[in-house]
């Protein structure tokens, strides 16, 4: 905004009495202005500026405490995964049908192609048990199939986007344009923290060994959020920038500065009253917390070797998925309330057979280990776990397609995701595609259906977690979303 625009709307009546609702004590009287002045978003304007989360907290009991969300960036194949097709062994390098494409639009890495032959999974499935009639796992995630009997399968998520950046941020954001705050942003806003020493929302990232997509800040931004809301970084070895102490400098005149600097920014505040001035201060004393806590938490000395196994050889590796895995539990175990975990390297458009071996053999037994460890731990029932793609992959083969090797394009109309946890009903497999696990045929789920169930989850009615902002009421959801009532145990 420009600042003599800004200058004007701090002049105006309104403006200056909804800004002293939000900033002055939270007393009866200013509590019952801000309702009259925003009766729909009152208590998202009463959040603490420390993290606190909304004043009730969630609108009902919760069945999860936190999250942790597993997002593949590149989107895998579901066919060769988790959506099991035998039949298209017969159809092997025959054309896709018409019938079936149905117009769909392409991307311009495959719209040039004079044909689409389809590309059947040179991978093997086993039939694992579960809560149903059982489930068909690829051969390349044996520790995720053994597990199978905690997951929540989703066979037919579909989304709009087509490309990666605005299809990973619609999943992160439930907006195809940048700028929104992000899923994490929104449960910090509305959970808060449960620990003063870390953030509410942590952010893992994990360098993959295939084509890998930008991955931009913004994807765990808070958008029109307080700042305090947005995800906070962990490099690898959970190094955090800015966060260490210069040479020369002890925790005694850390405090010092910080002292000082807070009194400063106190005066800022009074004189513009900028509620991000105490955003600042709040992060400032976060950040001196974390130069203790963040140490202790990335030490895995106080693990015992069985755990360490559990996670496999690479738990040692800083930013590795397994040590991001082992993170993540343990970020749990410390009340964080939502941690993301991104996996680059799954953008297979050429060589996909040899590209998801090795991203699979990096994922399958961290993820696998992640749940055991919750569950043995006590921690699964109250922790909802999501592992998920921004799309998914077509039958068809994009490029060159022998028998050993194919590639395959985006694919928006169906793809797999799993849950697990968080009041999750376990061992059940939802929805279906059809033949070329090409077209949904049972049960769609939309991503802000997605967001509206994982919010539920999480204590909140997905239409009443609002935030105003420019004058209108914005949501994860937007306008659209609903609860899928079979996905809850």
Known sequence: MHPLETTYLDMTRRRFFGTAARSIGAGLGTAALASLLSPKSASADAVGRSGSGLPRGPHFAPKAKRVIYLHMEGAPSQLDLYDYKPLLRRRFDQDLPDSIRMGQRLTGMTSGQTRFPVAPSIFKFTRYRNHQ?????????????????????????HTEAINHEPGITFF??????????????????????????????????????????????????????PSEHQGCKLRAGGEVLYLKDPPGVT????????????????????????????TRIAQYEMAYRMQMSVPELTDFADEDEETLAMYGPDVKTPGSFAANCLLARRLSERGVRFIQLYMRGWDAHN????????????????????????????????????????FGRTVYSQGTLTHENYGRDHHPRCFTVWLAGGGVKPGITYGATDDYSYNIVDKPVEVHDLHATMLHLLGFQHERLTYRHEGRDYR???????????LLA
């Not at 690829?138 to 998520?157: D, F, K, N």
């Not at 940048?178 to 910090?188: H, K, L, Q, T, Y």
């Not at 590209?355 to 043995?376: N, S, T």
Request: net charge negative.
């Open 133 to 157: 009639d059982g489930v068909w796992l690829s051969e390349l995630i044996p520790h995720t199939a053994s597990v199978a009997h905690e997951l929540c399968l989703v066979h037919s998520m």
């Open 172 to 225: 992160q954001t439930g907006n195809q344009q940048p700028g929104r705050p992000s899923f994490g942003s929104w449960i910090s806003y509305g959970l808060g923290s449960a620990n003063a020493n870390l953030p509410s929302f942590v952010v893992l990232i994990t360098q993959g060994f295939g084509n890998m997509q930008a991955l931009s800040a913004r994807f765990w931004g808070s958008g029109f959020l």
């Open 251 to 278: 925790r005694e005149d850390r405090r010092r500065m910080l002292d000082l600097v807070g009194t400063l920014n106190e005066r800022e505040s009074r004189r513009t009253l900028d509620p991000e001035v105490q």
């Open 351 to 390: 060589n996909l057979p040899g590209e998801m071996r090795a991203q699979c053999k990096a994922v399958d037994q961290p993820q696998a280990a992640l749940i055991k460890d919750l569950r043995r731990r006590g921690m699964l029932d109250e922790t909802l776990v999501l592992w998920a793609g921004e």
């Open 476 to 486: 994860l959801t937007d306008v659209f979303g609903k609860v899928v009532p079979d």
